[in-house]
């Protein structure tokens, strides 16, 4: 592809919300977009994802997030004219404790209030939602139908040639190495391809954003973070439609339409590197943790083992919109949930971006608001 010196805006990192962001920007009329990857299409945590999709949230803002992407999602393939492999089995989250259901019941009730149908249901109901389970030692649990889950490959796939047929270019395989400042405003970026003048650079770099920002002179209190992830064999379809999850049990398991059974963990001691690599240790307690409550999966044998990086925050939100550097725009600190809220997040600056009215006003999350002490604490993520 030939290479561009200049574009009206230059997004770094070519996973889902980069090519998301790229898309509406060019759906709305900004279509002279560069978009820089260092790796390839889903070589980052978009691609080492689980690929969830949930609306059950416990604060406003992440609420109104999720349901808006789940509304982009039901209608995505009709949209970019490709399959995202929606699969819509639920969310069937797990309470061990009365203090953790009243928590999820009171996020319910916030859901509710803003057009979510979530709801209680018994552990005979659960067991009719997923058929496999042994969960006799839960308290409670809640369920929303409209959850599940898609793929992460063809979702970001569709979302890129969507854009590329509107003059979007995609460059793989160029590492941004430097953002170009003049007179406190962003005039560009340096990539291992070259220099690119660009009027307005958007960070969408995932757990790597802390680094782009400090090229351009702003500090994010963002982090990487290692989680590790397992995929089994294919076993008889039914065993788990829902994406099973707690947040005390600290675990989410589901199986995929094709049968195997994909789930993770968050890992002990949260380790902040960027070493992708995956250990025995996880492997031992993911196994002892899905065998516990779905018995009928003991002795299934794991195909796939690997791990990705969470961009965390300090409150667990997102970071979106602009730096103290003028036009110098950034999308991160989706604390492992960037997939799912990825097409809102990209609609929504894009939106801003061009002049519109966003559909869901995000100037609460600003990036100063850590100064400022106004975090938005998010309760439900493990």
Same mark, same amino acid.
Not at 3 to 27: C, F, M, S
Not at 98 to 116: A, P, T, V, Y
Not at 331 to 346: C, Q, V
């Given at each position: ?22 898309? #509406? *920007?060019? !759906?709305?009329?900004?279509?002279? +977009?560069? =978009?820089? $990857? ?6 980052? /945590? %978009? @691609? ?121 270019? #995609? *460059?793989? !395989?160029?590492?941004?190495?430097? +953002?170009? =400042?003049? $007179? ?6 340096? /990539? %291992? @391809? ?7 650079v958007i960070n969408c770099a995932g757990a790597y954003a802390q680094e782009i920002a400090k090229m351009a002179g702003v500090e994010l209190p963002n982090w990487g973070e290692r989680h590790e992830i397992m995929i089994t064999e294919p076993v008889d379809p039914g065993v788990c439609p829902p994406m099973l ?24 001691g949260h380790p902040q590197d960027f070493k992708l690599r995956a250990t025995w240790q996880f492997i031992t307690h993911m196994s002892t943790v899905l065998a516990k409550l779905l018995p009928v999966t003991r002795g299934i044998r794991v195909v796939r083992h690997w791990s990705g990086l969470y961009d965390m ?11 103290? +550097? ?57």
């Amino acid at each position: 592809m030939t290479w561009k010196n200049r574009a009206d805006v230059v997004i770094v990192g070519g996973g889902i919300l980069g090519v998301a962001t790229a898309y #509406y *920007l060019a !759906k709305f009329g900004r279509k002279d +977009v560069v =978009v820089l $990857e260092k790796g390839a299409v889903c070589s980052g /945590s %978009t @691609g080492r994802c689980g690929a969830g999709i949930r609306a059950q949230w416990g604060t406003e803002m992440n609420c109104r997030l999720a349901v808006a992407a789940l509304d982009i999602f039901e209608q995505l393939d009709d949209e970019l004219g490709l399959p995202t492999g929606l699969n819509q089995g639920g969310y069937l989250l797990v309470a061990y404790s009365e203090h953790e259901f009243g928590n999820l019941k009171k996020g319910m009730e916030l859901q509710n209030s803003l057009g979510i149908k979530s709801k209680t249901v018994s552990l005979a109901e659960a067991r009719e939602i997923c058929p496999a389970l042994d969960a006799s030692d839960a308290v409670g649990f809640t369920y929303h139908h409209r959850d599940g889950h898609a793929d992460p490959f063809l979702t970001t796939f569709a979302f890129l040639e969507a854009a590329k047929k509107m003059g979007v270019t #995609y *460059l793989r !395989k160029t590492e941004v190495t430097g +953002v170009s =400042v003049k $007179e406190n405003r962003v005039t560009g970026v340096d /990539s %291992t @391809g070259g220099h690119i003048d660009a009027d307005i650079v958007i960070n969408c770099a995932g757990a790597y954003a802390q680094e782009i920002a400090k090229m351009a002179g702003v500090e994010l209190p963002n982090w990487g973070e290692r989680h590790e992830i397992m995929i089994t064999e294919p076993v008889d379809p039914g065993v788990c439609p829902p994406m099973l999850m707690s947040f005390s049990g600290n675990y989410y398991i589901q199986q995929r339409p094709h049968g195997s059974i994909i789930c993770g963990v968050s890992p002990e001691g949260h380790p902040q590197d960027f070493k992708l690599r995956a250990t025995w240790q996880f492997i031992t307690h993911m196994s002892t943790v899905l065998a516990k409550l779905l018995p009928v999966t003991r002795g299934i044998r794991v195909v796939r083992h690997w791990s990705g990086l969470y961009d965390m925050t300090p409150d667990g939100s997102p970071i979106i919109g602009e730096t103290d +550097v003028k036009n110098f725009y950034h999308s991160t600190g989706y604390s492992g949930h960037g997939f799912m809220l990825g097409p809102i997040a990209g609609k929504v600056l894009a939106q801003h971006l061009t002049g519109s009215k966003p559909d869901i006003d995000f100037s609460k999350l600003d990036y100063r608001r850590f100064a400022r002490g106004e975090l938005i604490i998010e309760p439900n993520i493990t």
